[in-house]
Each structure stands twice: as structure tokens, then as C-alpha cells.
């Protein structure tokens, strides 16, 4: 998607380029827009999808000046197309025979079954390890091999702890697997997808719904947490944060943000706000002396790079001192945006 550059020369009309990319898949229709999703990676269709879904109302002139661009972009790169793999694959079989025709159309388009783990992206690394925890320890090798690092590790969490030196081991061994093995491989994934595909519908995050509901409850939240402790003790912890989310700071009058500053350690300020919103940030550093903003401030760019773990704990440290603080009334802290009057 990145590769795509629309040329917008003198024209006055300023269009983002994502803007640009769902505007032309919309005008594409499912169909064709679903071709082109396909070729994208997780990242590019969860951005580009969400921009469609929250794209403003697109002028006519808008929409024909960015199909313009687009056409005027392509008949200038545009030439012989080059062949398909399939048709490669039909007059290289004829010509080499499979096996050497596989071999060579590999080298050119990369490993077919590399392409086709990657709509595995979307399936939840559990559900992955639910259907081949029964299936032989060599096709569980042979899984976590073509899957991408970061979801092989997940995958190989939910499987069982005892196996997962053998399978390290098996996955390291592994030099060239047969056709038969990766027909095998293949069917099962089919399965997993075809699962997958049954069960998707709307996601909801109910954690996140009740924290929102209880931030807004007019009773007693206090005894309400304590009764969902008594049926889900977890769940009321992940509810209980997710009411005391991070991005709430930046909504607290200027008092409690001082008070907070001078509780908070400095140097898990700084991490906290790394990578944090533009306007979290603004908000706790316009609380602070100006002397003491700037030297936190400086801290922030001179860490460097830090893990999101290393944020997120620290995050989950500043906000369980606020709701000790909360709670023994020591602040007054707005949970969420209330409406106001001018």
C-alpha cells in the first residue's frame, strides 16, 4: 500500500494518502476491494479499513479527482503484465516436471505455503494450538517452522509446557518437508480457517463495557466491584483497571495533576508517557513548574527506545497509586468525560 504514490501536483485538492486508498477501494465494490485487502499486511488492512469506516463524506469532485490520480499513475507505470504463477506453473510442469518447476516457481513468488499461513494472522494463537494439540509432534514442528516468530511463540505457550522442548528441537532438525506432509498441513489449516470463519461476528469487549458502565454508575461502585470479586476475582482486577485506564489523566483538572506529579517517581513518569497521546502528555507537563516540565520532558526524549511492556507496567503502577489515592481521598479523579455547560 505504502508503494502506491498519488501525484497531487498543483491540484488544490488535499486528500490524505490513506484517505486516497479507501477512497478507491470504496469506489471499487466488495469484490474487488476483498482482492486487494488480500495482498496487504495485518498492520496496512486494520489502518486502511478503519480509515473506510471513518472516512467523512467524499465530494464528487474529491472522488474523481483521486480516481483520476490513480489511473493517470497507472497507464504511466503500466506495461506487459508479467505472467501468473499459475500459468508459470502449467508450462513449467510440462516443460521441468513438477518437482523441479516447484522448486524454481518458489525461488521467483517465495514458499506457497509461506503464503499460505499468512491468512493465519487472523486466527488467535489458542485456537491455532487447539487444533494440532492432537495432531503428531512433527506436524506441530512443522506448523510452528512456517509460522511467523511472534506467533510460533504464542502457539507454542498454549502447548503443553512438556512438549516444548521436543518440538524446539524437532523445528531446528527440520530441512525440507514433503509434499504429502504439506498437503496433510494444509487441511488441517483449511479446518482451523473454516472454524474461524463460523465463529467470527461482532467483537465486543465486555471487560472494557462494564468498566465504562461502572465509571458512570450513580451507586455505589465500591460494593459493585466487591460482588463481581465474589463471582470473578480476575475479572473484577481487568475491570477495575480498565476503569482506571491510563488515558483518563489527561481529562484531571490541573490540582489533581499536581498532586499526582508529586507522588509519582519521575523517572516512571517519563516511561509512562513514552509513546503516550499528544494531549496526555500536554496536560500532565502544563500542570507541572515550568522548570520541572522541561526536565521531565528532556528525560522522555533521552531514554530512547523502551519496550511496550516496560510502558505498560509502569503505566499500571501509576494508575494503581491513583486509585489508592482515590480511595483513601486524597484526590478527586474524573473517571470519564462528562458533559459540561458553557
Not at 299 to 312: D, M, P, T
Request: aromatic letters at 4%; charged letters at 25%; hydrophobic letters at 40%.
Amino acid at each position: 500500500m505504502s508503494d502506491i504514490n498519488f501525484n497531487q501536483s498543483a491540484v488544490d485538492i488535499q486528500i490524505e494518502p490513506l484517505e486516497k486508498a479507501a477512497i478507491l477501494l470504496l469506489s471499487m465494490g466488495p469484490d474487488a476491494a476483498a482482492r486487494v485487502l488480500k495482498r496487504l499486511s495485518r498492520d496496512e488492512v486494520q489502518k486502511l479499513t478503519t480509515c473506510m469506516a471513518r472516512l467523512p463524506g467524499v465530494s464528487s469532485p474529491e472522488a474523481k479527482w483521486t480516481l483520476q490520480q490513480f489511473f493517470s499513475q497507472y497507464r504511466q507505470q503500466s506495461g506487459i503484465s508479467g505472467a501468473s504463477r499459475d500459468y508459470l506453473e502449467r508450462t513449467l510442469d510440462l516443460a521441468l516436471g513438477e518437482k523441479l518447476s516447484r522448486s524454481l516457481l518458489d525461488s521467483i513468488y517465495g514458499d506457497v505455503m509461506s503464503q499460505d499461513l499468512e491468512r493465519l494472522q487472523w486466527v488467535p494463537p489458542e485456537v491455532l494450538a487447539r487444533f494440532f494439540r492432537h495432531e503428531h509432534p512433527q506436524m506441530q514442528a512443522v506448523l510452528l517452522a512456517f509460522l511467523p516468530p511472534d506467533t510460533a511463540s504464542a502457539v507454542l505457550d498454549v502447548l503443553p509446557a512438556e512438549q516444548h522442548d521436543e518440538l524446539l528441537l524437532r523445528v531446528a532438525n527440520l530441512r525440507e518437508v514433503s509434499e504429502l506432509v504439506l498437503e496433510e498441513l494444509r487441511g488441517t489449516l483449511d479446518r482451523c480457517l473454516s472454524y474461524v470463519a463460523e465463529q467470527a461476528g461482532t467483537r465486543i469487549d465486555g471487560v472494557r463495557q462494564v468498566a465504562d458502565i461502572l465509571n458512570r454508575y450513580q451507586g455505589d461502585r465500591a460494593q459493585m466491584l466487591d460482588l463481581l470479586r465474589l463471582h470473578d476475582k480476575q475479572m473484577a482486577v481487568e475491570i477495575e483497571k480498565n476503569m482506571f485506564d491510563f488515558d483518563t489523566l489527561k481529562r484531571q483538572s490541573d490540582e489533581t495533576l499536581q498532586t499526582l506529579t508529586q507522588e509519582i517517581p519521575g523517572d516512571l513518569l517519563a516511561i509512562a508517557l513514552k509513546g503516550a497521546e499528544v494531549s496526555l502528555r500536554k496536560a500532565v507537563l502544563n500542570a507541572m513548574p515550568k522548570r520541572m516540565a522541561q526536565a521531565l520532558e528532556a528525560q522522555i526524549q533521552s531514554q530512547g527506545s523502551v519496550s511496550v511492556r516496560k510502558v505498560a507496567d509502569a503505566r499500571n503502577e501509576i494508575m494503581q497509586l491513583v486509585r489508592e489515592l482515590v480511595e483513601q481521598g486524597e484526590i478527586e479523579y474524573q473517571l470519564f468525560e462528562e458533559p459540561v455547560l458553557s
